[in-house]
């Protein structure tokens, strides 16, 4: 099994935002940065989520 890689906060911001503010497709984005799709496509997901106001921010309750 590989090692579990862990990709600092600004280094998923970067990723996720050329697919985002740049145009980037996913797989160029993927390619530019080194990482698998499945990976840019969560944080992709999660960014999309948190600039629309949806995704809870650290330390907030999760449910009501």
Do not use: H
Not at 9 to 14: I, Q, S, V
């Amino acid at each position: 099994m590989p090692k579990k890689i862990n990709f600092s906060p600004e280094f998923r911001l970067e990723a996720a935002q050329l697919v985002i503010d740049q145009g980037y497709t996913m797989k160029a984005a993927c390619d530019a940065m080194g990482v698998g799709k499945s990976i840019m496509e969560y944080w992709v997901r999660r960014l999309r989520a948190e600039r629309s106001g949806k995704a809870p921010q650290k330390g907030e309750a999760r449910t009501p």
